[in-house]
């Protein structure tokens, strides 16, 4: 005979609103049993965050910086290339270095996992950050690019100015009716000084820059940036994105497996004993349990699935121009698991005979669900017979239940 959860389930979730065969939770015990629950719960996510905290990552191996310099860049020109650099030594003064991080580095205790390439880049990083007379040519040289933006700005004010002025001229518009004080003479000549003053700011980035080029670190970092080293990285970062999660999904599962069979075998203990309150507890702790065990197991599948494959369907819709296949695709799939999510709904939580049940239970009518009196043998509303004979004692019994309420036999 086939065997089904789903009784086991149904019988799970009863145990966890009841503290007997005739006795629900009161609402004292409802509270104190959520808090429970919650701080299980809690502790779980936690214990699974610490148990993988100490994990090699992705991000262990090759971190961000190294990601970003030597694969990002990699089809960046030369002042490309130096301007990535400098915008990762800047920023790693205002932010920390794993925020940007896909998988969060395990507070660098595997510096022996260091990619060779990355520490060697790393290193130069480290130099250039505590070297101080070069952080002050890089402060020098970003109070050039702000003067520079800003003279930028008042040229193309100037420059609108300029044209309105123009504008009102060629209309023969009087003087004392111009929206503008100032003539086009003064503007020309403002212009002229504005337009010096670029020159002279773009005359100090040049040489700034060739001070900044003319550093041995940013040297060396520029001759790690080769193709080779940018084709083996992403070698790298392809084969940890795949393996990583099947390993800390199986690290978490190592954790929260044992768990889940000990509360399990708990459970059956406790009901073959007939221990209602080590059986409410127990079965809120496998559902509280079970939470963390399906999202891991989730959180792990969409993982695995190999990102590059969806990224290279994607293109493939986009260059062939049939992108909205993707979409009918999509509305099919939620239609899909609209259909099906219906039918558990109706056929195996809110099925005929369960809402039979309740209407019993709560005095209604077994058909119309239309609250009845206790003497009602007619449903007065639908006109519903709501008794038969029981074959067994032959006694009234409710019509739509398979137990007798007399006998207690089918």
Known sequence: MKYSFLPKIQSIFWRLRSISSNEPLSWLSIVIIIFLDIFVLFALFQGLSDQTSSFTTPSDVIPYD??????????????QKITGILSRVKSYQYEAPYNSYEYPPSAW?????????????????????????????????????????????????????????????????????????????????????????????????????????????????????????????????????FYYPLKRL????????????????????????DNWAQSLVSSHLLVVIFIPIFSKICEGIFEIIPKQLLQKLMKFLQDMQIFMLWYYFLILLAIGIALASIYFVQKKIFNKKR??????EHSDCQYCGRHLRIDDIYCPFCGANQLRKCHQCHEDTYRELSICRKCGKE
């Open 66 to 79: 190294c990601r970003a310099i030597a694969i990002d860049t990699e089809n960046y020109d030369k002042d």
């Open 109 to 241: 205790k595997h510096k022996e996992d260091l990619d060779p390439t990355c520490a060697q880049i790393e290193t130069y990083f480290e130099k250039i950050r505590t070297d101080s007379g070069f952080i002050q040519i890089l402060d020098a040289h970003e109070q050039i690019m702000n003067r520079i933006s800003t003279i930028e700005g008042n040229i193309s004010r100037l420059g609108g100015t300029y044209d309105t002025i123009l504008l009102e001229k060629i209309a023969n518009q009087p003087r004392e009716d111009s929206i503008k004080e100032t003539t086009a003479q003064s503007i020309k000549a403002d212009m002229r000084e504005q337009t010096e003053n670029l020159n002279k700011a773009l005359d100090e980035k040049k040489a700034n820059m060739l001070k900044i080029e003319q550093n041995t670190n940013i040297q060396n970092i520029l001759l790690s940036l080769t193709p080779a080293v940018s084709k083996d990285l992403k070698k790298t970062i392809s084969k940890l994105e």
């Open 250 to 273: 199986w690290v978490e599962l190592l954790f929260l497996i044992p768990l889940f069979l000990i509360v399990l075998f708990w459970n059956n203990r406790s009901i073959r004993h």
């Open 355 to 360: 809402l039979t049940e309740k209407h019993v």
